[in-house]
């Protein structure tokens, strides 16, 4: 069988295995278990005890805050099994139990990890929460722990995700019924615990937690009576939005930031910025923006082979899913076609490697608009260290650009989970294990794939109109090391965020900046999960600009007098802040890092500080295709190291959102 015969066959595999698991047919229906002691009648205080967690945790051998966990029922008529697991943790004794009206200026949190189908129990033991699984499974506590500033509240969700349960036919149809169990949680979470219901309440999240977060919000602000308290919430690296806004608008300042990926070859970035402007990703960041950006669409590759155009008849949400289903699936099978295409022969990987006779002002034919996996695909085949140490994509994190350990450090907390101690202390189901992620098998996707139907750019900017008449403050965050969902895109300020702020060992965290109750921070040295690659940062970002109120960033105007407080730097109002030089290499940890020479780094730096977004010969070429996707406003000029590919819409008289027609 030829290589690109075996690409239809893996991609048909890929897809198949995708709907293999649609429910009803292969989804096991799944129910909480009643452990002894549990209370008769609806949930109440009474709850509180047999919740509270006293049995001994595996290989846990310090003392825990006091801590409650179990399933709790999301109200969805006719599925009495759809629950939510919680684990919640106190900040100090008798925080959680307070009775109703108790402590009411308090804060307490909620964590939600993404997917969709991540537990947020990954959150717990490997990010943000007390104990931590290492890689050996040993466990060990976290002093950076969030419960440590609030009572935390981590949730697996939506239902069947995690320690969750659901009947076969009861998984999510939506995020707008994903908002509802979640508001049916809550109304039963704060019979257990009453002060909850009053005291102010931050619900935070990353990655695929950007789309849950907003329907969240989205129902709560469509309740008269909601059932608690939002002050504020909070998305890291979140996928709000098209995958054609937080996957791939931000490629070239990725690459910006980690010259690394393409060898610090300017030709090889010449190539990319003139792909990103033909297909309409370079957009004009100014300070006001005046008006909203024209929605981005996805441009198909136009080789007919069919693996490559087998996911056109999806809408480009959907398409994003099911490639990020099957991707390792593609990437390898990519890679091999390409392998096959060069022959092997060092004259040709020169020729590739150099890019010359492809494209020529046109959209590359191999990829289309997917220029974040092409930026991957170069790495693997031509950028030390990953070029030399990996024989496939499974050597790239997406989440840590720095980061080639090849496997990666293990985040697997199932044996932590699914001992029958843990299980049994926390109250959890014995009808499934605990599973990190799953494919979540949204129920309402038209085309059977269980994809998410939703498409959350419909009604961001009555959100952000709600979340300025509640008085519902916002804070979006990125990590500078993400690639997946990289730092581009937060537009909407009446200026560039540069202001620096500082971390707990004197030293510059990255960058903030704060207007009319929307905060925007960057975290350098840190990627996707800011709490695991940084908890240091993580803990400094959620004790000053979430719960507490820094001020560092804001914009103040007195009698027409702008500051900024903290002040504002100009080497921070930049495109891309650099990431580190070296790029760490092992198996499973770290074993030594890989730089770059200092002439081939000096070199790059030289011509970046004069380069111009796009030569004057490829604008002249690209302006003569048709076919290249939505332009640009503007003069194209990527302006904006803002986060996560999200909106800010500031009711500054005009919402402003990035990537979505309103």
Not at 358 to 387: H, K, L, Q
Not at 549 to 564: A, D, R
Not at 590 to 614: E, L
Request: proline share 7%; with cysteine; net charge negative.
């Amino acid at each position: 069988m030829s290589r690109l015969a075996s690409v239809a066959v893996l991609l048909a595999l890929a897809v198949a295995d995708v709907h293999a698991a649609y429910p009803p047919r292969d989804v096991p229906s799944t129910f909480p278990h009643d452990y002894p002691g549990k209370p008769s009648g609806d949930l109440s205080p009474a709850w509180q005890s047999y919740f509270e967690v006293n049995g001994s945790l595996t290989n846990v051998t310090w003392d825990l805050p006091r801590n409650f966990a179990g399933n709790i029922p999301v109200n969805r008529a006719g599925h009495p099994n759809d629950t939510l697991f919680f684990w919640a943790f106190e900040k100090e004794n008798g925080s959680l139990t307070a009775g109703a009206n108790d402590r009411a200026s308090e804060p307490w949190g909620i964590w939600l990890n993404g997917g969709p189908g991540s537990s947020s129990l990954i959150g717990l033991t490997s990010e943000n929460g007390p104990i931590h699984i290492n890689a050996d499974f040993s466990a060990q506590q976290n002093n950076l722990s969030w419960d440590r500033l609030a009572d935390y509240v981590w949730v697996d969700q939506p239902v069947g995700v995690g320690f969750s349960t659901a009947d076969s036919a009861g998984f999510v149809h939506d995020e707008d019924e994903m908002g509802r169990d979640f508001m049916g949680f809550l109304s039963n979470l704060v019979k257990v615990f009453p002060s909850l219901k009053t005291r102010p309440l931050y619900v935070t999240g990353e990655s695929y937690a950007g789309t849950y977060i907003p329907y969240i919000m989205k129902t709560y602000f469509g309740l008269t009576d909601p059932p608690v308290n939002i002050a504020k919430f909070a998305i890291g690296d979140g996928t709000v939005g098209s995958f054609e806004v937080f996957e791939l608008l931000p490629t070239v300042t990725t690459i910006e930031t980690y010259p690394q990926l393409i060898g610090y070859d300017p030709a090889v970035f010449e190539f990319f910025r003139e792909q990103t402007h033909l297909c309409g990703y370079d957009l004009n960041l100014t300070y006001p923006q005046n008006g909203h950006f024209p929605t981005l669409t996805f441009v198909e590759p136009s080789n007919n082979e069919e693996p490559f155009r087998a996911l056109s008849r999806f809408n480009s949400r959907t398409r994003h899913e099911t490639r990020l289903r099957a991707r390792s699936v593609l990437r390898n099978a990519k890679r091999s076609a390409r392998i096959e295409q060069r022959d092997s022969v060092a004259a040709a990987a020169a020729k590739k490697r150099d890019l010359s006779g492809r494209a020529n002002g046109t959209i590359d034919p191999w990829y289309g608009c997917d220029i974040y996996d092409e930026m991957i695909d170069y790495a693997v085949n031509f950028s030390a260290p990953w070029n030399v140490a990996h024989d496939n994509f499974n050597g790239f994190d997406v989440y840590q650009v720095p980061d080639a350990l090849d496997p990666e450090a293990n985040m697997d907390a199932s044996f932590f989970l699914n001992d029958p101690k843990t299980r049994a202390a926390l109250h959890a189901p014995t009808s499934k294990n605990w599973t990190g992620s799953i494919f979540y098998p949204f129920l309402g996707d038209p085309v059977f794939q269980g994809n998410d139907p939703t498409r959350p750019m419909a009604f961001l900017t009555d959100l952000a109109t709600n979340a300025s008449a509640h008085n519902v403050s916002v804070v979006l965050y990125s990590g500078n090391d993400d690639s997946l969902v990289a730092h581009r895109g937060t537009e909407g300020f009446t200026r560039q965020p540069s202001t620096p702020w500082i971390d707990d060992n004197g030293d510059v965290g990255g960058i903030v900046h704060q207007e009319r109750n929307w905060t925007y921070v960057l975290i350098e040295g840190a990627g996707h999960l800011i709490p695991y690659t940084n908890p240091g940062r993580g803990f400094v970002l959620l004790r000053e600009f979430i719960l507490g109120n820094n001020q560092t960033g804001l914009v103040t105007n007195s009698s027409g007098t702008v500051n900024v407080v903290g002040g504002e730097s100009s080497a921070l109002a930049v495109d891309a802040i650099p990431g580190q030089l070296g790029i760490f290499v092992g198996s499973g940890t770290t074993q030594s890092t890989y730089t770059f020479p200092s002439a081939t780094i000096a070199a790059w730096n030289s011509y970046i500080a004069t380069a111009t977004v796009i030569s004057p010969a490829g604008l002249a070429a690209s302006s003569s295709s048709s076919a290249s996707g939505p332009k640009a406003t503007g003069n194209g000029v990527a302006r904006g190291v803002e986060a996560c590919g999200l909106l800010v819409a500031l009711s500054l008289g005009v919402s402003l959102v990035l990537g979505g027609a309103l």
